[in-house]
């Protein structure tokens, strides 16, 4: 697997297509991102597959951006699975990062980590690397919704009821680019409660993630608390699906609606 | 261009964290928790996410200061020391040593804690010695 994906970025880096090439690095006995120079320097690169397939993953679109931001005349690759390519196609309708300006090296998952995450696609447009497995439905989503309105709400407030306010969900997201944050919006919640306002934080989030979530699962992982937070987006974005035949990042070029509908002269 | 992640542990409390420090042109620019770390597998608590802030803030005290005429002076290591030793003896000269206490710190090291526990009890002769983890 990694032979291919060396092979490739080797030849990107050789040929000066990229600046540098955003991956994961296995260094001091732990897996990171790390921007690759140099196409003779490929030794520690890994996939994020340590002890499971997907146990190290990492934002990396959120890194690009930084790298971008201060660099948007250069040209990066950046390694990504299907949620990774779902990321890029969203980001650049949302202006974040230019299509022309990064150069995705794509890897496929495997059925295990496929059916972990829930996932609808599990591999970009292209790879280089795996097998195309496929698409598994929301069963979690499934599960909650087969119960009864009452007990459901019971089941989030108490899983809310957990959270310590780290602001991880938000931190970690590739998706979450905004200047301020309303969730730390004093008029829109209280910013001096531990457990935060239940259930306005979390469903704050969760709007605010409509029609932008990608379904990577980065926020579930960094959740010091285990909140189901993923089920909870995979719900927000079923019903932006049914309401507006929307999903990020499937079609690419294809933008929000409620990104459209932010636009002036859009009632 | 010089872009670098690195792997550091969070200076906050005593857990010891892992995480990484994502570091642009010089300047620290972002927190990433580390996910293969057995400690906190990939998760931080709101101190560790901005670590990346608070080690740049220009509130952070980078000299002593000793409080002259009610005001705070920044002062050299040398007269910090001299100040803070001669008011340690004078104290335990003149009230015993346990008129003393001892706060030690989660953000030093387990050696740093040591030597103050035995600073407190082999040098001015006090078990007076508490930790902020404890409070
Ligand atoms: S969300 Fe899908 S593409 Fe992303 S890691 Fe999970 S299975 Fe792979
Ligand atoms: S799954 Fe979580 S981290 Fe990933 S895009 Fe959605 S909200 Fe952000
Ligand atoms: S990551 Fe979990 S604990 Fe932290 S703010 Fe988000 S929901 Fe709360």
């Known amino acids: 697997m990694i032979k291919e994906v060396k092979k490739r970025v080797k030849e990107?880096?050789?040929?000066?297509?990229?600046?540098?090439?955003?991956?994961?690095?296995?260094?001091?006995?732990?897996?990171?991102?790390?921007?690759?120079?140099?196409?003779?320097?490929?030794?520690?690169?890994?996939?994020?597959?340590?002890?499971?397939p997907g146990d190290s993953r990492y934002p990396l679109n959120k890194q690009l951006i930084h790298l971008a931001r201060s660099y948007p005349e250069d040209t990066f690759g950046v390694l990504v699975r299907g949620c990774d390519e779902r990321g890029l196609k969203?980001?650049?309708?949302?202006?974040?990062?230019?299509?022309?300006?990064?150069?995705p090296v794509g890897i496929a998952c495997p059925q295990e980590l496929a059916e972990a995450c829930e996932c609808l696609r599990p591999y970009p447009?292209?790879?280089?690397?795996?097998?195309?497995?496929?698409?598994?439905?929301?069963?979690s989503v499934a599960q909650l919704d087969g119960i009864d309105l009452a007990a459901r709400f019971d089941h989030w407030m108490r899983e809310f009821e957990k959270c310590i306010k780290c602001y991880g969900c938000r931190d970690i997201c590739p998706m979450c680019f905004c200047k301020e944050c309303s969730l730390e919006s004093n008029e829109l919640i209280r910013t001096g409660d531990i457990p935060p306002e239940m259930p306005l934080f979390h469903l704050t989030r969760a709007v605010h993630m409509a029609g932008r979530c990608i379904d990577c699962g980065l926020c579930n992982e960094a959740c010091p608390a285990d909140i189901p937070l993923r089920t909870l987006y995979k719900k927000v974005a079923d019903i932006i699906d049914e309401e507006f035949h929307y999903r990020p990042g499937y079609v690419a070029d294809q933008k929000s609606p409620l990104n459209i509908l932010s636009q002036p002269g859009v009632e | 261009m010089d872009y670098r992640t690195a792997l550091t542990t969070c200076t906050y409390c005593g857990c010891g964290c892992n995480l990484y420090l994502e570091v642009l042109d010089g300047q620290i620019i972002d927190t990433i928790p580390c996910k293969t770390s057995p400690v906190n597998e990939g998760k931080l608590c709101i101190k560790g996410w901005n670590v990346h802030e608070f080690v740049q803030s220009p509130n952070r005290l980078t000299r002593p200061l000793l409080?002259?005429?009610?005001?705070?002076?920044?002062?050299?290591?040398?007269?910090?020391?001299?100040?803070?030793?001669?008011?340690?003896?004078?104290?335990?000269?003149?009230?015993?040593?346990?008129?003393?206490?001892?706060?030690?710190?989660?953000?030093?090291?387990?050696?740093?804690?040591?030597?103050?526990?035995?600073?407190a009890r082999a040098a001015l002769g006090t078990n007076n010695v508490d930790h902020c983890a404890r409070l």
């Open chain 1, 12 to 52: 990107l880096l050789d040929s000066g297509k990229i600046t540098g090439f955003l991956g994961l690095r296995d260094m001091n006995g732990h897996v990171g991102p790390h921007l690759f120079c140099d196409g003779g320097d490929l030794e520690a690169l890994v996939l994020g597959d340590r002890e499971r």
């Open chain 1, 90 to 103: 969203t980001l650049s309708t949302w202006n974040q990062l230019h299509p022309d300006k990064v150069v």
């Open chain 1, 125 to 139: 447009d292209e790879f280089v690397c795996g097998e195309k497995v496929e698409g598994c439905p929301y069963d």
């Open chain 2, 67 to 119: 409080r002259k005429e009610g005001t705070f002076e920044e002062v050299s290591w040398d007269e910090a020391l001299e100040f803070t030793a001669s008011k340690l003896r004078d104290i335990k000269e003149g009230y015993g040593g346990d008129s003393i206490g001892f706060l030690t710190s989660a953000k030093a090291t387990n050696e740093e804690n040591y030597l103050l526990q035995k600073f």
